[in-house]
């Protein structure tokens, strides 16, 4: 139940409780009998009913306008909460090809200034085409990738940028040693990096890429890895791309206090979601376990070529692939729905 249900809740109580207090006074009236101390004491206690009457309606009210003073907030949104922003500002969104197709990776990047703890963890950083964009718009990034070829490729790509940090460990839920399943196009095309496709747990690839071998890998939690000091305590956004594993990255998550947290999601009848692995209704479950109770989910349909968004459902549109974003606090949330709202044509869930 929310907040709000509650203080419905206790409204339509209190006003129960006015329903008894009038029926009492009724009743008292129909024992009123012609004699001086019976009317007396009758009065008396009319009156005292009459008090609490009138304190139990100046606490309701004062109950009513603090929820009018909640729905005006939000009606006026995050104006009120950005004073940098003006009332008839609108949002700009620049994109270019990378933003086009990864309009979730442009929101991280739009919401960087409006998040008071700028620290970033990129789980999956693969080559860091992500990290860099993120440490462009403002992020300090933590990287993660356990695929050495690829960290190799990170490293000579951000290495010593100010702002990032990368680690070759894999991060899950618990520390100790895991199978890093290598990814191989068997299309023959060689169109695409099948690296990217790397994952700790071995679930349904489809027909042009297979798991070709396993590496046994390092894993840490984000829990250890902040108790040991070896992450910030304090983070703003964490990033998860482990290929069906992310789940797992926020069973390991610890203390549910970073402001963003996005993890990718396949629908059951995508070619990577027809095993265990990878499905948003899980993940939902759990991030609302944690607190987290607004997200939005931004969907692939790749054959259709449809990239949209919707909000707060933990269903998938069939087929579809995508990432979910979910938020703490419902400024920040409203803040990444006027964005979604900009950038691209709204849906139904559907």
């Keep these: 139940m929310t907040e709000r249900e509650t203080e419905r809740d206790n409204i339509l109580a209190r006003l129960d409780n006015?329903?008894?207090i009038q029926r009492e006074i009724e009743n008292i009236l129909q024992t009123l009998v012609l004699n001086d101390s019976t009317i007396i004491d009758a009065l008396a206690q009319m009156f005292g009913l009459i008090t609490k009457l009138n304190a139990r309606a100046e606490q309701s009210q004062?109950?009513?306008t603090r929820l009018s003073a909640e729905i005006r907030s939000l009606i006026a949104g995050v104006a009120d909460l950005q004073p940098a922003m003006h009332q008839n500002e609108s949002i700009v969104v620049r994109t270019d090809k990378f933003s086009e197709l990864n309009p979730e990776i442009?929101?991280?990047?739009?919401?960087?200034p409006y998040v008071d703890n700028q620290t970033a963890v990129d789980i999956g950083a693969h080559v860091g085409e992500v990290s860099e964009r993120l440490l462009d718009s403002g992020w300090r990034i933590h990287a993660f990738e356990p695929y050495p070829p690829s960290f190799q490729a990170l490293e000579a790509r951000l290495g010593g940028k100010k702002g990032f940090t990368a680690s070759s460990v894999a991060v899950g839920a618990a520390d100790g040693e895991g199978k890093l399943h290598i990814a191989q196009d068997i299309s023959g095309?060689?169109?695409s990096d099948a690296s990217l496709f790397n994952s700790l747990v071995d679930h349904p690839l489809g027909t042009s890429v297979q798991f070709a071998n396993v590496l046994p890998v390092q894993v840490r939690s984000l829990a250890s890895l902040r108790a040991a000091?070896?992450?910030?305590?304090?983070?703003g956004l964490l990033k998860i791309d482990s290929e069906g594993?992310?789940?797992?990255?926020?069973k390991g998550m610890g203390a549910p206090d970073i402001a963003i947290v996005m993890a990718e999601y396949w629908d059951v009848k995508h070619a990577f979601g027809q095993g265990e692995h990878g499905h948003l209704g899980p993940i939902v479950e759990m991030m609302r376990d944690h607190g987290y109770f607004r997200h939005v989910v931004f969907y692939h349909l790749d054959q259709e070529e449809i990239i949209s968004y919707y909000f707060n459902h933990s269903h998938t549109i069939p087929g579809s692939w995508g990432n979910a974003i979910f938020f703490r606090d419902r400024f920040l949330f409203a803040r990444a729905a006027?964005?979604?709202e900009a950038a691209l044509l709204p849906t139904?869930?559907?």
Excluded: K, M, N, T
């Excluded at 000091?229 to 983070?235: A, F, K, S, V, Y």
């Excluded at 594993?245 to 926020?250: C, P």
């Design 62 to 64: 004062q109950v009513q």
């Design 338 to 340: 006027q964005w979604c």
């Design 229 to 235: 000091g070896e992450l910030p305590q304090q983070l």
């Design 106 to 112: 442009a929101l991280l990047q739009y919401l960087c």
């Design 348 to 350: 139904l869930h559907r």
């Design 18 to 20: 006015f329903a008894d």
């Design 245 to 250: 594993a992310d789940i797992e990255v926020i």
């Design 189 to 191: 095309s060689g169109s």
